[in-house]
């Protein structure tokens, strides 16, 4: 589940620009929609959008709500791989309680940034990549991640390093994007579709397998039809692609 199609060097760099845009410019014209009306839609509890910190939440960029099915308990230790601005950290860490501990792993700067300013004591942001997250090995409860897999030109090596980091029993819970059929390598060379979450979606079947082939069992996944995007080219993708948002829940043996 790797891409040779162009240099992954510049694809995160890519990536970076427009995350760095997202988090300075959160009024700005996206492939997608960011912010608190987003989450709402998805399904995010209002009480739980109340405990985060409302700069970190209008560059909130998420494709599904999964938290529900993460089972964070109080005293856990969770991995937010793709943090952003921190709008799922700060959820995690609303229901970890005092007791529990995340870390929040981003390459943007600028995303880094917003989270650090607005992180309680028991939330981390550090700087990384999602397919090697600076973690010890079987020391997480619950992996999280949304909207940012699809990003990951070896999504393999991503789920490796999820079920590397859980405990035995851990949970990796995620929202991302998928597709009914394999995109054209002319759109997936698009790296600009690449950073708007379309052009990096791979068929759901071998998005599974490649969960269960890092050691992890899937136990749920649902659809997310409130997630749309915005702009017309993003949207013939979809039609055309059958690109779509789930929600998955997996556990480590």
Not at 51 to 73: M, R, T
Not at 120 to 129: A, T
Request: glycine letters at 10%; hydrophobic letters at 45%; charged letters at 20%.
């Amino acid at each position: 589940m790797s891409t040779a199609l162009f240099d992954t060097a510049a694809l995160r760099d890519e990536i970076r620009a427009m995350y760095r845009d997202v988090a300075r410019d959160p009024g700005g014209d996206y492939h997608f929609e960011i912010g608190r009306p987003l989450a709402l839609r998805l399904g995010y509890p209002p009480e739980w959008l109340d405990a985060i910190p409302s700069e970190a939440l209008d560059s909130f960029a998420g494709v599904g709500h999964f938290l529900d099915l993460a089972g964070i308990q109080p005293g856990a230790s969770v991995l937010d791989l793709g943090s952003g601005s921190g709008t799922d950290s700060f959820a995690a860490a609303h229901l970890a309680g005092t007791g529990g501990h995340v870390v929040g792993v981003d390459m943007t700067d600028a995303q880094l940034a917003k989270a650090r300013r607005n992180a309680p004591h028991n939330v981390e942001f550090v700087e990384g990549l999602i397919e090697s997250p600076p973690v010890e090995g079987g020391s997480i409860d619950v992996v999280i991640s949304n909207g940012v897999i699809n990003l990951a030109p070896d999504k393999r090596a991503v789920f490796d390093a999820a079920a590397w980091a859980l405990r035995p029993g851990g949970r990796l819970a995620l929202a991302d994007i998928v597709s009914e059929l394999h995109l054209a390598e002319r759109t997936r060379g698009n790296v600009s579709l690449w950073a708007a979450c379309i052009a990096g979606a791979v068929p759901l079947t071998p998005y599974l397998e490649a969960i269960e082939a890092a050691g992890l069992r899937v136990q749920t996944v649902r659809t997310n039809p409130a997630y749309q995007f915005l702009s017309p080219r993003a949207q013939r993708a979809v039609e055309r692609y059958g690109v779509t948002s789930v929600s998955v829940l997996a556990i480590k043996p």
